[in-house]
């Protein structure tokens, strides 16, 4: 009996390539941000972990939906692997600049792909990512404001604390309409 095995198309353009590249990017990002949270939950700031923790997830199923659209455009897909994350840091302040940081890459690289992949008549491919542009102005104007906040309460980190009381920081707003993610909702 012959088995009928679904057929994987090599990357066979830079898009698809870059798209492999993305998962890694996000992958790193989110190793980043687990290690920012276990910084923050160590020296006893909850919500400032609680919220890096939750930023880990979130990039991890970005990570996640590139892969599963890859998979569904039968795209071979491999996990790269990830770098080696900053653990160590001298004062609150810096994983939150890092993170802004991080997050300015990733939208230059999500912004590239996307213009390579208008390049090259990947029409669907582009659509897939508009919900990644829209979702890293939202992060972007996040860090920027955490790290406004970060400078404005002059080292306490309690002030830091409360704004996320204040002012929590759930899903996006674009979440209702993100692609789906390889594995299902994780």
Known sequence: MDAVVKKIEPRTSRAQNLMEDQVGNELNASQQYLAIAVWFDQRDLPRLAAYFYRQSVRKRNHALRVVQYMMDNNIAVEIPAVQTVRNDFSDPREP???????????????????????????????????????????????????????????????????????????????????????????
């Open 96 to 186: 939150i600049a890092l993170t802004l940081e991080q997050e300015r890459t990733v939208t230059q690289e999500v912004t590239t792909l996307s213009s390579v992949l208008r390049e090259e008549g990947d029409y669907l491919g582009e659509q897939f990512m508009r919900w990644f542009l829209s979702e890293q102005v939202d992060e972007l104007s996040r860090m920027s404001t955490m790290l406004n906040i970060t400078d404005r309460s002059q080292g306490n980190m309690f002030d830091l604390e409360d704004y996320l009381k204040r002012d929590p920081v759930g899903d996006s707003r674009y979440e209702s309409t993100a692609p789906r993610t390889a594995g299902g909702k994780l």
